[in-house]
């Protein structure tokens, strides 16, 4: 931990923002960009890691066995960063589950200890509202006892379109039919002169504030997204903190942040000679955890970061990894190479070599269950992998 009356070694340009960490200040958009344009990454680093200590304690890291579910990818929207999308039913890789079908297509991953659907669709121009509730009927039927975690504040936005209701309602029918909390997606970057060039369809920044205060007001809780290292700078990266922060001071609903690493392939953005990098994508896990004074939970989101650097982000603020995943869809057509699931293990492994202790929760940080044992107590003897079987070495020394 920083020792609270250390000087600033390598940086006494960021000092007056250490002493205000210290001392447990709030910190001001001008706080925000200086600390983008320092390059003292290790500084940066060990404030956020403080910050985290102080509020969670610094030893626990949280990852919950959840599974992906996008029922189409057929979407009235045309955002440019976007490679999931297909603009109708004929569009080649355009597909659309029935309900049944998806009910069906992810049996054979489910078991007992699954706690989350993680489901973020496209907006189909045609199916209707009782599409998107009957997928989450279908679900809780099948899978009661598995949390529904679903739809961004923009799919809500674009149901109350669709239906001429309000998004309380809307929220009060998704809600009826098993709706347990809401993804932080959709909220890309706020400020208008970005959104109206990466996504000049969807919902405005009020309108998706408005969904997730709304959500608040009905009990439900909910996440917050930035998707960064596209055309945005970092002005209206800190700009987009700080709206969250300000409605998390009214609300207190929304419980993780989760900072989206912008890729570039297949879609109409392409990318900038620039773009992120490892460096930029600690120093924004970092600057969120501090900015973020409000929020509980900074995820280092594996499939977007990938593990190794989503490792890395464990010291640097990030108290989350996200789970198992199993199917991705929405990053990996945009040229992930990452994965598209990490097993139990897997997790464990990458929590525990940094010296943390890995808790599973469930989508509502509960406790499911503590891993405080060594690694060796959790290793199966062999696991499947996509080439086949691989048995684990035990192996004696002595
Ligand atoms: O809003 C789309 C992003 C988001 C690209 O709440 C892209 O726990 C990078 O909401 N490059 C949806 N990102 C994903 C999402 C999410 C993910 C993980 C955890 C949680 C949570 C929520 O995916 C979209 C958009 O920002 N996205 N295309 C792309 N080319």
New binding site residues.
């Given amino acids: 931990m920083l020792p609270t009356s250390s000087p600033l070694g390598s940086s006494p340009e960021l000092a007056d923002i250490q002493a205000k960490i210290v001392a447990g200040e709030r910190l001001s958009y001008d706080d925000g960009l200086r600390l983008y344009r320092s390059h003292d990454l290790l500084t940066i680093g060990q404030l956020a890691d403080l910050v985290n200590a102080r509020r969670n304690g610094g030893q626990n890291v949280y990852f919950n066995q959840n599974h992906h579910v996008n029922p189409t990818n057929v979407c009235a929207f045309h955002?440019n960063?976007?490679?999931?999308a297909r603009t109708s039913d004929e569009s080649p890789g355009a597909y659309t589950w029935t309900p049944e079908q998806i009910v069906e297509h992810i049996r054979p991953d489910v078991h007992p200890r699954l706690t989350e659907f993680?489901i973020?669709s496209g907006l189909h121009p045609v199916l209707g509202f009782a599409y998107y509730e009957d997928v989450l009927r279908a679900l809780k039927q099948a899978y009661p006892w598995v949390h529904l975690?679903a739809f961004?504040g923009?799919e809500i936005d674009f149901f109350a379109q669709l239906t001429g209701l309000d998004h309380e309602t809307v929220l009060r029918r998704l809600m009826d039919a098993g709706l347990g909390s809401?993804?932080?997606?959709?909220?890309?970057i706020f400020h208008p002169d970005v959104r109206r060039k990466i996504c000049p369809e969807k919902a405005d920044a009020d309108t998706w504030l408005a969904v997730h205060r709304t959500a608040h007001g009905l009990g439900l809780r909910t996440?917050a997204?930035m998707?960064y290292g596209h055309i945005e700078t970092y002005e209206h990266r800190v700009d987009h903190l700080l709206r969250l922060r300000e409605l998390q001071d009214e609300t207190a609903g929304f419980q993780?942040f989760?900072p989206?690493?912008?890729?570039?392939?297949n879609?109409n953005?392409g990318r900038r000679l620039d773009w992120t990098t490892a460096h930029d994508t600690l120093k924004t896990i970092a600057i969120s955890r501090l900015l973020l004074d409000n929020f509980s939970h900074i995820?280092a989101?594996w499939?977007?970061l990938t593990p190794p650097i989503a490792q890395l982000a464990l010291h640097f603020g990030a108290d989350d990894i996200?789970g198992t995943v199993v199917e991705e869809k929405?990053?990996h057509?945009?040229g992930a190479t990452t994965e598209e699931q990490l097993d139990k293990f897997d997790l464990l492994r990458l929590i525990k070599a940094v010296g943390k202790t890995p808790v599973e929760r469930d989508t509502l940080y509960n406790t499911v269950e503590i891993y405080d044992q060594p690694i060796e107590h959790y290793a199966p003897d062999s696991r499947k992998t996509r080439k086949g079987e691989v048995k684990i070495a035990h192996i004696e020394l002595n």
């Fill in positions: 955002c960063f976007c490679s999931f993680h973020v975690k961004t923009v809401m993804p932080g997606g959709g909220a890309e996440n997204t998707l993780t989760i989206l690493r912008y890729h570039p392939e879609n953005l995820k989101y499939v977007m996200d929405i990053y057509d945009a």
